[in-house]
Antibody, heavy 127, light 113 residues
């Protein structure tokens, strides 16, 4: 049974870089066909898909965040990470890592549903 | 991006009664080539991450009680809890995966009346 756990600073200053790591247990991030995903939830609001890194290392980002975003992995530690640069208060959210899948629609890859999820970590952007 | 709109924002239902949550997409999420509806439902309890309930609009995830069911057409979808239990108090979200980026509805809070 795959389990995920987020870790990283809970407070980041404006204009700095938000860095989070997700540690996966119960399965290898280099196998199994999962698309290792980051999703965030702004306080009291809905959910926003951030992006993923696949089991083969391919990345795919939300266009709204692409210019500031890097998702990477360390297969030796069975971890994947998120770096979001130039943060503002609008980036304050609970950040979740999750396992995902993809589906093909008219020849285009689309991230599909997400399961399992980590417990989430609150990141506050404030000076 | 496809906009997902849920209604109502919240509802209160008596124990054992039916709860119905609606989700509308700004464009069809029905993929005609395979006749599949690219929509999922999640349940989020306070302090917990979302939990996948249903995908392909009506396929229950393993272990999800059969009182949860999903239905709908290309743009209008429904999550039904046939007999509300105390442990079903949560916020429910729909999510489309017809086009990227995948997008979520704003959530519907279900409470006990």
């Amino acid at each position: 049974q795959v389990q995920l756990q987020e870790s990283g600073p809970g407070l980041v200053k404006p204009s700095q870089t938000l860095s989070l790591t997700c540690t996966v247990s119960g399965g290898s991030i280099g196998g199994g066909g999962y698309y290792w995903t980051w999703i965030r939830q702004h306080p009291g609001k809905g959910l926003e898909w951030i992006g993923f890194i696949s089991y083969s290392g391919t990345t795919y980002y939300n266009p709204s965040l692409k210019s500031r975003l890097t998702i990477s992995r360390d297969t030796s530690k069975n971890q994947f990470s998120l770096k979001l640069t130039s943060v503002t208060a609008a980036d304050t959210a609970v950040y979740y890592c999750a396992g995902g899948s993809i589906t093909m629609v008219r020849g285009v890859m689309v991230p599909s549903w997400f399961d399992p999820w980590g417990q989430g970590t609150l990141v506050t952007v404030s000076s | 991006d496809i906009v997902m709109t849920q209604s109502p924002d919240s509802l209160a239902v008596s124990l054992g009664e039916r709860a119905t949550i609606n989700c509308k997409s700004s464009q069809s999420v029905l993929y005609n080539s395979n006749n599949k509806k690219n929509l999922a439902w999640y349940q989020q309890k306070p302090g917990q991450p979302p939990k996948l309930l249903i995908y392909w609009a009506s396929t229950r995830e393993s272990g999800v009680p059969d009182r949860f069911s999903g239905s709908g057409s290309g743009t209008d979808f429904t999550l039904t809890i046939s007999s509300l239990q105390a442990e079903d108090v949560a916020v429910y979200y729909c999510q489309q995966y017809y086009s990227s980026p995948p997008t979520f509805g704003g959530g519907t809070k279900v409470e006990i009346k």
